[in-house]
């Protein structure tokens, strides 16, 4: 233990001599020290910032909500390979929810059919071309992120109204 602390002393004395003996060099290297720890901390926290951000954007479509489709969301070289693929039907929604229904331990909620399609829009004198319009029923909302400044969404008896 006695060597140990003489060791330890001797080493000390010695840093301590080189760091009177050269500033500049001391200075300097502390300096990159705390460069290296700021940039490393940024850093990080840019990262983070990066993954808030992207969670957010990402939570439109829900984080819990599982899509199906025939096709793929963009335009893809392979179409052909999606072209024979069966239609997915709004009535398989019916069947899907009663299985939902007699799982007691499913993860799922339920099935919510929604069906899309680009057309163009007049009215009047103006017109707009490929708006994306939707169809699909009262429970929508509950897979939904969507808020509304103004008015509602419709009932389940309206839904059933068509």
Do not use: C
């Amino acid at each position: 233990m006695k060597r140990f602390l003489y060791e330890l002393s001797e080493s000390w004395k010695i840093a301590v001599a080189q760091m009177r003996s050269n500033k500049t060099r001391s200075t300097l290297t502390a300096l990159g020290v705390v460069i290296g720890i700021v940039a490393v901390t940024l850093m990080g926290t840019a990262i983070g910032g990066i993954q808030v951000g992207f969670d957010k954007s990402m939570a439109i479509f829900g984080d819990d909500v599982l899509y199906v489709s025939q096709w793929p969301w963009k335009r893809v070289d392979d179409w052909w390979n999606y072209r024979d693929r069966k239609k997915i039907k709004t009535e398989y929604a019916e069947p899907i929810n009663r299985i939902i229904a007699a799982t007691p331990n499913s993860n799922l909620v339920i099935a919510v059919p929604t069906s899309s399609l680009l057309r163009s829009v007049k009215n009047g004198q103006s017109e707009v071309s490929n708006v994306l319009i939707r169809g699909t029923v009262s429970d929508y909302l509950i897979t939904s992120t969507f808020d509304f400044k103004e008015g509602r969404f419709f009932n389940d008896v309206e839904s059933r109204g068509g």
